[in-house]
C-alpha cells in the first residue's frame, strides 16, 4: 500500500508542529487519512528547529509498489506560530519552491481541498485555540518532476500538484484496481440508474466543484469499456462521460482502455475528424504534427478567430456524437442491455468544449 502526496505533507507538518511544542521527536507520526477512515503511521526522515516559532521537517514519498515519479522524493513541511488575529485562520497553507501553480486560478498554488482538508483536520486538534501557523509545503525536486508529468496540460507550471480525493495511491493501470473501480460502481448503481463517469482526478474534481452529487459520481481512469459494460449490466440507464478531450477523444477511435502505454492514438483520431470536417491539406497536415491534442486544439481556436469560423464546435460536435454512439455500441455488443451514453469534453483549462447532444439534454440533472 502506498499513499499520496499529501499525506507526507502532512506528516511533515505535524512533526514540525509537535517539535515546536517540544514533543520528544519520534520515527513517526500517526496521520488520520480521513478518506478512507484510517489512521497511519508515515516515517520522517529529519526534523529541526529553525527558530523559536519555525521548524522544519521531512518525509519521503512513498507511493507503494508501482511506479511512480515521486518515489522517494523529499516533502518539507515548514511551520511557523504565529499571532492569533480576530477572523483570521488559524492555519494557513502555501505552496512553496516545487508546488505548482495555477495558471487558470489566478496563479494560486496547485494544493487541492482534499490535501487543504487533510492537513487542517490533523493539525487543528493539535492547537490552543489563541494559536495560529502557517505551514509551507516544499518539494525540493517538484519543480523538475512536474516536467514529466501531465500537469501542464491542466494549466499547472512550476512543480508538482498536491491533488487527490484519498490517502492511499490508487494505481491507475493496477488491474487489481479496476476490481475496485467495479465494485464501487456495482454499489452506486444499486441507488441510481443515472451516474457519471469521471475520468481520472480532473473529471473527478471538475464535478465537485460544479456540485454534483457525490453519490453519483464514478471514477473510472482508463478501463471505459470495461466500466461501460459493468454498468449495463447492472442495470445503469444512463451515463454521462467527463473528461479530459486528449483522452476521451480515444473512445472516438474505438480505444477502450485509454492508457498511453497501451494504446494511443489522439492526433490520428482528430486529425481523421478535421479531414471529414474538410479542413484544408495544409491545416490537417498542421494538426498532424501538432504535439499534443491540446496544442492542436489552439490552432483550431487561432484559425476559428482569423476567419470568424466554427470549426472547433463543428469538429467536436462530431467527435462527442461519435463517442456517445460507439461507446452505445460497445455495451450492446457485450451485454443485452440499452444504456444511453452522453460525453462532456473539456480543455486543460477544465473549461467545456464540447457536449454532446445527449450530455447536453442531460446537463442539468447533474447540479
Same mark, same amino acid.
Given at each position: 500500500?502506498g499513499?499520496?502526496?499529501?499525506v507526507?505533507?502532512c506528516?511533515?507538518a505535524?512533526?514540525?508542529f509537535?517539535?515546536?511544542q517540544k514533543?520528544k521527536?519520534?520515527e513517526?507520526?500517526t496521520?488520520?487519512?480521513?478518506?478512507p477512515?484510517q489512521k497511519?503511521?508515515i516515517?520522517i526522515?529529519q526534523?529541526?528547529?529553525?527558530?523559536?516559532?519555525?521548524?522544519?521537517?521531512?518525509t519521503r514519498s512513498?507511493p507503494?509498489?508501482h511506479?511512480?515519479?515521486?518515489?522517494?522524493?523529499?516533502?518539507?513541511?515548514l511551520?511557523s506560530i504565529?499571532?492569533s488575529?480576530i477572523d483570521?485562520?488559524?492555519?494557513?497553507?502555501e505552496g512553496g519552491?516545487g508546488?505548482?501553480?495555477q495558471?487558470q486560478?489566478?496563479?494560486?498554488?496547485?494544493?487541492?481541498?482534499?490535501?487543504?482538508?487533510?492537513?487542517?483536520h490533523n493539525?487543528?486538534s493539535l492547537?490552543?485555540k489563541?494559536?495560529?501557523i502557517v505551514i509551507?509545503?516544499?518539494?525540493?525536486e517538484?519543480?523538475k518532476?512536474?516536467? @514529466?508529468?501531465?500537469?501542464?496540460?491542466?494549466?499547472?507550471?512550476e512543480g508538482? %500538484?498536491?491533488?487527490?480525493?484519498t +490517502?492511499?495511491?490508487?494505481p491507475?493501470?493496477a488491474p487489481?484496481?479496476?476490481?475496485?473501480?467495479?465494485t464501487?460502481l456495482v454499489?452506486k448503481?444499486?441507488?441510481h440508474?443515472?451516474?457519471?463517469f469521471c475520468i481520472g482526478?480532473?473529471?473527478?474534481d471538475?464535478?465537485?466543484?460544479?456540485?454534483i452529487d457525490?453519490?453519483?459520481?464514478v =471514477?473510472?481512469?482508463?478501463?471505459? +469499456?470495461?466500466?461501460l459494460?459493468?454498468?449495463a449490466?447492472?442495470?445503469v440507464?444512463?451515463?454521462?462521460?467527463l473528461?479530459?478531450?486528449?483522452?476521451l477523444i480515444?473512445?472516438a477511435?474505438?480505444i477502450w482502455?485509454?492508457h498511453?502505454h497501451?494504446?494511443d492514438?489522439r492526433?490520428?483520431?482528430?486529425t481523421?475528424?478535421?479531414a471529414r470536417?474538410?479542413?484544408?491539406t495544409?491545416?490537417?497536415e498542421q494538426i498532424?504534427?501538432?504535439a499534443?491534442t491540446e496544442?492542436a486544439l489552439q490552432l483550431?481556436r487561432?484559425w476559428?478567430g482569423?476567419?470568424n469560423s466554427?470549426?472547433? @464546435?463543428s469538429i467536436?460536435?462530431?467527435i462527442?456524437? %461519435?463517442?456517445?454512439?460507439?461507446s452505445?455500441?460497445?455495451?450492446?455488443k457485450?451485454?443485452?442491455?440499452?444504456?444511453q451514453v452522453?460525453?462532456?469534453l473539456f480543455?486543460r483549462q477544465?473549461?467545456i468544449?464540447?457536449?454532446s447532444?445527449y450530455?447536453?439534454?442531460?446537463?442539468? =440533472?447533474?447540479?
Amino acid at each position: 500500500m502506498g499513499y499520496t502526496l499529501p499525506v507526507f505533507a502532512c506528516a511533515s507538518a505535524i512533526a514540525a508542529f509537535l517539535h515546536l511544542q517540544k514533543v520528544k521527536t519520534k520515527e513517526f507520526v500517526t496521520v488520520d487519512l480521513i478518506k478512507p477512515p484510517q489512521k497511519v503511521d508515515i516515517s520522517i526522515e529529519q526534523v529541526a528547529r529553525l527558530n523559536s516559532q519555525t521548524a522544519l521537517a521531512i518525509t519521503r514519498s512513498d507511493p507503494g509498489e508501482h511506479l511512480d515519479i515521486t518515489r522517494n522524493t523529499p516533502v518539507w513541511a515548514l511551520v511557523s506560530i504565529e499571532q492569533s488575529l480576530i477572523d483570521s485562520p488559524q492555519i494557513e497553507i502555501e505552496g512553496g519552491e516545487g508546488i505548482g501553480i495555477q495558471t487558470q486560478n489566478n496563479n494560486q498554488a496547485a494544493i487541492y481541498s482534499y490535501a487543504k482538508e487533510l492537513i487542517i483536520h490533523n493539525l487543528q486538534s493539535l492547537l490552543k485555540k489563541s494559536e495560529k501557523i502557517v505551514i509551507r509545503i516544499i518539494l525540493p525536486e517538484g519543480r523538475k518532476l512536474g516536467l @514529466k508529468t501531465s500537469n501542464s496540460a491542466f494549466g499547472v507550471v512550476e512543480g508538482l %500538484s498536491l491533488l487527490g480525493t484519498t +490517502g492511499i495511491v490508487q494505481p491507475l493501470t493496477a488491474p487489481s484496481q479496476l476490481e475496485a473501480y467495479q465494485t464501487e460502481l456495482v454499489a452506486k448503481a444499486k441507488k441510481h440508474d443515472f451516474l457519471i463517469f469521471c475520468i481520472g482526478e480532473n473529471g473527478l474534481d471538475l464535478a465537485t466543484k460544479w456540485g454534483i452529487d457525490p453519490d453519483k459520481l464514478v =471514477k473510472t481512469a482508463n478501463w471505459l +469499456g470495461s466500466m461501460l459494460v459493468t454498468a449495463a449490466a447492472h442495470q445503469v440507464k444512463s451515463i454521462i462521460l467527463l473528461g479530459y478531450h486528449g483522452k476521451l477523444i480515444k473512445l472516438a477511435g474505438g480505444i477502450w482502455h485509454t492508457h498511453h502505454h497501451l494504446a494511443d492514438g489522439r492526433l490520428e483520431i482528430l486529425t481523421s475528424y478535421c479531414a471529414r470536417y474538410g479542413l484544408e491539406t495544409t491545416k490537417i497536415e498542421q494538426i498532424a504534427d501538432s504535439a499534443t491534442t491540446e496544442s492542436a486544439l489552439q490552432l483550431l481556436r487561432q484559425w476559428d478567430g482569423e476567419d470568424n469560423s466554427n470549426r472547433v @464546435k463543428s469538429i467536436y460536435k462530431a467527435i462527442a456524437e %461519435s463517442i456517445d454512439r460507439r461507446s452505445q455500441a460497445y455495451i450492446s455488443k457485450h451485454t443485452e442491455q440499452t444504456t444511453q451514453v452522453g460525453s462532456i469534453l473539456f480543455d486543460r483549462q477544465r473549461k467545456i468544449i464540447q457536449k454532446s447532444l445527449y450530455a447536453e439534454k442531460e446537463f442539468t =440533472k447533474l447540479c
